[in-house]
């Protein structure tokens, strides 16, 4: 048995356990996460969610030890002066829960859970409610913890699903959670976009990050002049390999320029005169906005997520 796998089935007990002990944790933006923490009473831990919610340093005595053990073995548990802090964090959602990296995320390969991602969830979700059709093929372009290839299995159980990244740290916990969620139709696969898979697709999920971070973290930047590179390349990737009446479901976040909205004029240019379908829609107008205050976007209005579904004709 390989260390991994040892520290992994650790880590499956683990969340097993605080399931079993009713945890429960709605994951904020870093900034509300950051303002929490700073209260002079949540300087500590003081039950499961101060532990593997807010990343609150602990006591040892503050855990069953049965808790604090599986920590050990799973290889969660790091050190901070004489408590201790878990390297990783519980989020739930949709009646799941995602194992995903610790706050702060600054680690270049740290995986991301938080608002934008219940977006991206709901936005799977409605987009699956609205279409009922078989679905054989799926695939989440840089699928970070995971949370959107598994609604899509859990919901298409008959789908073949693949959750794609560059990040090895990414497809483990991909992995973990679809085991925890039992969403056995899922696989992993490292893929720079879909450049390492083959075949065609039903639906492309993405929801890459869109933000233009001045340590470059995978998680968090999205290249470019504002942080649209990313997003562009994966509209560009996906209307090669949509099925005919597949669709692409791409969620992200665009800075806009007074009345403007840059992302939305390449689409157009990208989709003009070819037949497809497409939706493009703000599902919130104002988010990040703490990124106006300087960098790049200190020309810019507001940072708004916006969902664009494209859908290939069946000629």
């Not at 880590?11 to 933006?29: C, I, K, M, S």
Request: hydrophobic letters at 40%; a negative charge.
């Amino acid at each position: 048995m390989t260390t991994e796998t040892t520290q992994d089935r650790a880590l499956l007990q683990l969340v097993n356990a605080l399931r079993e002990r009713g945890y429960h944790f709605v994951t904020p933006t870093p900034l509300t996460h950051e303002r929490v923490n700073q209260r002079p009473e949540n300087q500590l831990a003081k039950d499961l969610q101060g532990v593997f919610g807010w990343s609150r340093p602990f006591q040892q005595d503050l855990l069953p030890p049965g808790i604090f053990s599986l920590m050990d073995q799973a290889g969660v548990l790091a050190p901070r002066e004489s408590r201790w802090c878990s390297r990783v964090r519980l989020s739930s959602l949709d009646g799941q829960l995602f194992v995903h990296s610790a706050y702060p995320t600054d680690a270049p390969d740290s995986v991301f859970f938080g608002p934008d991602t219940y977006r991206f969830a709901n936005a799977i979700q409605a987009h699956l409610n609205h279409h009922p059709g078989n679905i054989r093929r799926a695939v989440d372009i840089g699928c970070g913890s995971g949370a959107g290839a598994i609604l899509t299995a859990l919901a298409r159980p008959h789908a073949e699903v693949l959750a794609v990244d560059i990040n090895p740290l990414a497809l483990r916990l991909t992995r973990l959670n679809a085991a925890l969620a039992g969403a056995d139709n899922l696989s992993t696969r490292h893929s720079d976009l879909l450049n390492d898979v083959d075949g065609d697709f039903d639906l492309i999920l993405a929801n890459p990050p869109y933000l233009v971070d001045p340590g470059e973290r995978a998680y968090r930047h999205g290249g470019g002049a504002l942080g649209a590179d990313l997003s562009l390349a994966i509209v560009d990737s996906a209307l090669q390999r949509l099925a005919p009446c597949g669709t692409l479901l791409l969620y992200t976040g665009v800075a806009m320029k007074g009345s403007q909205d840059p992302f939305r004029r390449e689409v157009e240019q990208r989709l003009e005169g070819r037949g497809f379908d497409w939706r493009y829609r703000e599902v919130d107008p104002d988010v990040f906005g703490e990124e106006l205050l300087d960098g790049v976007y200190t020309e810019c209005d507001r940072i708004a997520a916006v969902v664009l579904e494209v859908t290939r004709p069946a000629g």
